[in-house]
Nanobody, 117 residues
Framework: QVQLVESGGGLVQPGGSLRLSCAASGSIFRSNAMGWYRQAPGNQRELVAGIRSRGSTNYADSVKGRFTISRDNAKNTVYLQMNSLKPEDTAVYYC???????????WGQGTSVTVSP
């Protein structure tokens, strides 16, 4: 059974920090690159950070230097540390494999991040 469970979102002021977590079922986590995606109202879902099974990472230019993705392979969990948050980071954040599992047919409920004074 495929499971993706995101948590850690919330309301934060500009300049603040949040740490997102995503627990994934082992069947999709193991050996796969994992990513954090986000979708803002009216926008398409976009990949903001990715991490391969051995730990190499990549980031969208919009979050580079502010966000850090990491993974705990023993816990089938991927994290996103978000610092220096900006209002434009406001979105629902999702985790998934890269590319998305099942051709994009499997997504968790996401976790909402709102950056506002």
């Amino acid at each position: 059974q495929v499971q993706l469970v995101e948590s850690g979102g919330g309301l934060v002021q500009p300049g603040g920090s949040l740490r997102l977590s995503c627990a994934a079922s082992g069947s999709i986590f193991r050996s796969n690159a994992m990513g954090w995606y986000r979708q803002a109202p009216g926008n398409q879902r976009e990949l903001v950070a990715g991490i391969r099974s051995r730990g190499s990472t990549n980031y969208a230019d919009s979050v580079k230097g502010r966000f850090t993705i990491s993974r705990d392979n023993a816990k089938n969990t991927v994290y996103l540390q978000m610092n220096s948050l900006k209002p434009e980071d406001t979105a629902v954040y999702y985790c998934n494999t890269i590319p998305p599992y099942g051709n994009g047919g499997y997504w968790g409920q996401g976790t909402s991040v709102t950056v506002s004074p």
